[in-house]
Nanobody, 124 residues
Framework: QVQLVESGGGLVQAGGSLRLSCAASGRTFNMYAMAWFRQAPGKEREFVAAISRSGGSTHYADSVKGRFTISRDSAKSTVYLQMNSLKPEDTAVYYC?????????????????WGQGTQVTVSS
C-alpha cells in the first residue's frame, strides 16, 4: 500500500499561483502513476492532471491545460501540481491519487489510493 498526504492549499486571488505537494510513503513511489483530481461543492470529483511512473508522460484536463503543470520527484517521493493563472472556478478540494499501473488515465475508478485532500480557494 501507499499513503498520500497533500499540502500547499490555501486562499489566493484570481490570477495568482499555488503549488500543491503530495508526499507518498509505503511502497516504492516509482511503481505508481500519479494524478490530481478536484471536487467542488455539489459537484462530482473531476480529473485535473496525471503523470506516468517515469514522469515522461503527462495528461491534463482541458480546463487547466496551459495553466497547471504536474511533476514528480522520485528522490522525495513527491508529486507536485503547479497552478498558475488561477480562476475562481478552480476553487475545490484537490486530491492526490496513485495507481499501480504502467499507463495514466483520467478515470477516477482506476486509482487505488487517495489522499485526504487540500482546500484551494480562489477569490475574485
Amino acid at each position: 500500500q501507499v499513503q498520500l498526504v497533500e499540502s500547499g492549499g490555501g486562499l489566493v486571488q484570481a490570477g495568482g499561483s499555488l503549488r500543491l505537494s503530495c508526499a507518498a510513503s509505503g511502497r516504492t513511489f516509482n511503481m505508481y502513476a500519479m494524478a490530481w483530481f478536484r471536487q467542488a461543492p455539489g459537484k462530482e470529483r473531476e480529473f485535473v492532471a496525471a503523470i506516468s511512473r517515469s514522469g515522461g508522460s503527462t495528461h491534463y484536463a482541458d480546463s487547466v491545460k496551459g495553466r497547471f503543470t504536474i511533476s514528480r520527484d522520485s528522490a522525495k517521493s513527491t508529486v507536485y501540481l503547479q497552478m498558475n493563472s488561477l480562476k475562481p472556478e478552480d476553487t475545490a478540494v484537490y486530491y492526490c491519487a496513485a495507481r499501480d499501473g504502467t499507463y495514466i488515465t483520467s478515470m477516477t475508478g482506476r486509482y487505488d489510493y487517495w489522499g485526504q485532500g487540500t482546500q484551494v480557494t480562489v477569490s475574485s
